[in-house]
């Protein structure tokens, strides 16, 4: 089934303890499109850039089969930028800046070709902007959505309408916790049921991720890791392979939803271990079910 | 199987947002002793208090089938007494004092009766008077030591005798990063099989634990609990309740382990639920059953 995917497209500047890298590709809704492409649905993705975003990117996610119908480049318009600096644990990360640029002003319409989509997936943006596509978007399948701390704090009337209309709110814990006031994650994820979403799943970063429902729980472990180089894009790949997995069934079953969500840590695995989407160039389907099996086996008891 | 376990029998006053108590029963030994006699093994205990210490609680122990053989009492001495208070979310402690006292000059001989135990829990203690009782079970079939910051950083040599002699050394993460320098867990485990041990059990609070060897990885979840009292004694809870399903089924193939540490798991979710081992007094083993077959479907994918 087809996906749609609306989040960002970014020039990002990343400096970790060993290295930094300037202008790569990077933004929710690139990093999303990537992880879902891994399933061979169609993906279609909606954002936008600027005149100076690279031809090398956009060739590179067509040829990933992303279809970019949807990609706005706006003429004498600059790209969203962000840069951003790890510590030597990667648990704290520092924004060093942000700059909205032709995100500031993008109202999107999507094209007739998107309308049919089954499965859309609002990465991290404006959740004004994520609720205008909830609109044109007439008979989804799932509608599952992500935000982040600015939204809560800064839009929190804007995102809580949009909230009531999805029904898999994603998030970290520490959102979880700030945008309930709750400081137990199970309570905070009730609360969030009663906003209106049917399930929450909240991730961990490397302590995996939960889902929640008015009547199951699900806790999905990580990929035990070594080699982390740069964990930027690692929430956008769960969410992008989660919703490649489920697209690629045409399920949303209790079972397919777990199942999702460790595809997306699968993928997310892979992404972290280099910069950028790098790592995702090279790595074999036979590679993500590899990990998979090994997840499975690292629960069982 | 029996079970011997080392540690302190403490009178604890504990601070939460909601309420305070004051020379409750606590201590590594005397919560490890409690979880790990839900099993119905014979648990052996080793330990030392003072005159003041309440015959109410050694009673109570004994109650659960607990042999006090090797319980010291001092005469005109003072029991080991700590306090801590919790702030609003239950992950910071702040240790308001602790004070040794008879605990500083114990120096442990076994009772002849206690030197055929085959499953050896060292609960949270001096390493040099670990080291002790090591020295005193001549053939062990399972020797597990938990330890502390506060050894890690005042007694390391003593430590690092201790550990090269234990099969499984059980921490919580902050401990393993400090004991290790490493700041990612996988690569601290991996230092720390180096050092003798020939598993590592990290115990990560609320996102669970993980057991790493040579050849094997367990992602342990937590149980999810929305009703926390005292986190108090949870690591020590764990330990015992994963000793005594070790010893009740006299095993420790990976299978084993793995599920001792779910039952460990299980165990101290109910013992946050109160404080002290208030919760542990009411607990029916129908009801640990239950939470273990919780955490099955809770990872199932």
């Known amino acids: ?17 060993t290295k930094k890298v300037e202008d790569v590709l990077g ?20 954002g936008v850039v600027g005149e100076d975003f690279p031809h090398t990117y956009t060739d590179f996610l067509q040829t990933r089969g992303i279809d970019l119908e949807g990609l706005t480049r706006v003429q004498d318009g600059k790209s969203f930028r962000w840069g951003g600096k790890y510590t030597d644990d990667f648990n704290i990360r520092d924004t060093l800046f942000t700059e909205l640029n032709v995100v500031a002003d993008f109202h999107p319409i999507l094209p007739d070709s998107y309308k049919d989509t089954s499965y859309l997936f609002l990465a991290n943006d404006p959740p004004q902007l994520q609720l205008s596509i909830i609109e044109q978007v007439p008979n989804p399948k799932l509608v599952v959505c992500d935000t982040m701390d600015f939204w809560i704090n800064a839009e929190r009337e804007a995102l809580d309408k949009t909230i009531e209309r999805v029904d898999i709110l994603i ?13 137990n994650l199970l309570k905070a994820a009730q609360e969030i049921l009663r906003y209106g979403p049917n399930r929450v799943i909240i991730k961990k970063g490397e302590h995996g ?39 690629s069934v045409d399920n949303i079953s209790e079972g397919s ?14 992404n ?10 090279s790595v074999q389907f036979s590679e993500i079910e590899a990990r998979y099996r090994e997840l499975q086996n690292a629960v069982r008891f």
């Not at 879902?36 to 909606?46: C, D, I, K, T």
């Not at 999905?220 to 489920?246: I, R, W």
């Open 209 to 247: 991720a939960i889902s929640i429902t008015e009547s199951s729980f699900f806790s999905a472990p990580a990929y035990p890791l070594e080699n982390v180089v740069d964990p930027t894009g690692a929430g956008d790949n769960f969410a992008g392979g989660f919703m490649g997995y489920l697209a």
């Open 171 to 183: 998030l970290n814990d520490s959102e979880a916790k700030l945008l309930t006031g709750e400081s």
């Open 272 to 281: 972290i271990e280099d910069f950028s989407i790098n790592r995702q160039k």
């Open 1 to 17: 089934m087809s996906i749609l995917i609306v989040g960002t497209i970014t020039l990002d500047t990343v400096e970790t303890p």
């Open 27 to 46: 933004g929710s809704g690139a990093y999303a499109a990537v992880a879902a492409s891994f399933f061979g649905n169609p993906v279609r993705l909606v």
């Open 257 to 270: 939803i777990r199942k999702a969500m460790m595809y997306g840590t699968v993928i997310a695995s892979f």
